[in-house]
């Protein structure tokens, strides 16, 4: 009895092992799918948002405070010295040299609060570079490698997280623009076969099978054919061959229902380029509307700087808006803006990638040809 009960145990635990690898297989396997990815790379920077937050949030309010505190002192003290010396001209300079040793140590004080993320705004609570928007770009900064460097962390702790948050978040964000990037390279490419060398353009398909037709006859012939100008019974079988796939191809062109041609067109470099620039110009036009005192050139810049991952960090949203709001929704817009960008980028160089090899592939392919036909 107690051998029984105890192989039952056994075969329960081995199932509830197997069960369980199961499960992690099958929940790995989700989360580097393609939806997966997404919803990693999402919640990785928001859950970096939150750590850095309560690491760097109570160092903010203290540097606001500490400011604060000095520049009371300075000003009670100038107004010490002015009370205790007689203005007088003899005592002037003794006035003036009192006061401006006063002013240059507090100028020293402000230029060291600015190094160590001082944004010139004393209020305690309000337009925080810490808040959730704002942690969620500096993530999402730091593993994109743009790096503003506007919000920086102070405490030793703050940098320590961001190696150790920067060295698992850049492979991860790379994978994201790889399969994102695929996604919609496919997708655009099955968009741009349908649209432009289907139903919008009811010609294009059949000048495109028409002309594969052509071609392949003329390659087909060029290299069975005799010298004499006789054609071989192959050719001739050849040429039959090419007819019947020729007319099928037609008959498919002309019902709009070519599915190879979602699969082996490829996107031209302008078109690419078109996009790139349309999403940059449609950002400039998006941060000109929501920053105080950027022009349209200011817009475009930082755009294509953040595109590019080079951020110099002289332009940063939010940066002039002293309203809690504001900053927060131009920090949120940024972010979307980027994650959606950096897609669409990896997207078009994939194309262009694509047409590039199609390129390289068909002018080899001609030269081959070339060459031997004057065999």
């Known amino acids: 009895m107690d051998r029984h009960f105890s192989l039952r145990r056994r075969k329960y635990r081995k199932r509830w092992a197997e069960k369980c690898k199961d499960y992690i297989r099958n929940f790995l396997a989700f989360m580097f799918s393609n939806i997966g990815?997404?919803?990693l790379v999402v919640g990785y920077t928001v859950a970096g948002a939150f750590i850095f937050i309560h690491i760097e949030g109570d160092q903010e309010d203290i540097l606001r405070r500490t400011i604060s505190q000095q520049r009371n002192i300075k000003a009670d003290t100038i107004w010490n010295i002015t009370n205790f010396t007689n203005i007088f001209p003899e005592n002037e300079r003794l006035w003036r040299t009192s006061v401006m040793r006063e002013l240059e140590e507090y100028q020293v004080a402000i230029i060291d609060a600015v190094k160590h993320g001082f944004?010139?705004?004393?209020?305690?609570?309000?337009?925080?570079?810490w808040s959730f928007p704002?942690?969620?770009l500096y993530s999402l900064t730091v593993i994109t490698t743009i790096g503003y460097g506007n919000v920086v962390p102070q405490t030793k702790l703050g940098k320590?997280?961001?190696i150790i948050y920067a060295i698992i978040g850049m492979p991860l964000f790379l994978l994201y623009l790889s399969n994102i990037g695929d996604i919609m390279a496919r997708s655009f490419k099955w968009l741009y076969a349908k649209i432009c060398l289907c139903r919008c353009c009811p010609g294009v398909a059949k000048k495109r099978a028409e002309r594969r037709r052509r071609r392949a006859e003329e390659l087909s012939v060029d290299y069975y054919g005799n010298r004499n100008g006789s054609e071989s019974p192959e050719v001739s079988i050849r040429r039959g061959q090419f007819q019947?796939?020729?007319g099928s191809s037609e008959e498919q062109s002309e019902n709009g229902t070519d599915n190879s041609d979602s699969q082996t067109v490829t996107v031209p470099v302008t078109i690419c380029l078109v996009i790139m620039v349309g999403y940059i110009l449609g950002g400039t036009v998006l941060f000109a509307k929501y920053e105080d005192k950027w022009t349209?050139?200011?817009?475009s810049y930082f755009c294509f700087i953040?595109?590019?991952t080079i951020g110099f960090g002289d332009l940063v949203p939010g940066k002039a808006i002293y309203s809690d709001t504001k900053f927060e929704l131009s920090s949120i817009l940024c972010s979307m803006y980027l994650m959606l960008g950096m897609a669409l980028i990896a997207m078009c160089f994939n194309l262009m990638q694509e047409e590039v090899i199609h390129k390289i592939r068909t002018t080899m392919r001609r030269i081959k040809n070339i060459f031997r036909?004057?065999?």
């Open 373 to 375: 036909c004057n065999r």
């Open 306 to 308: 953040s595109l590019s």
């Open 160 to 162: 320590v997280i961001t």
């Open 119 to 129: 944004d010139g705004c004393d209020t305690i609570g309000t337009n925080t570079l």
């Open 134 to 136: 704002g942690a969620f």
């Open 296 to 299: 349209t050139l200011d817009g």
């Open 244 to 246: 019947e796939t020729s």
């Open 37 to 39: 990815i997404i919803g």
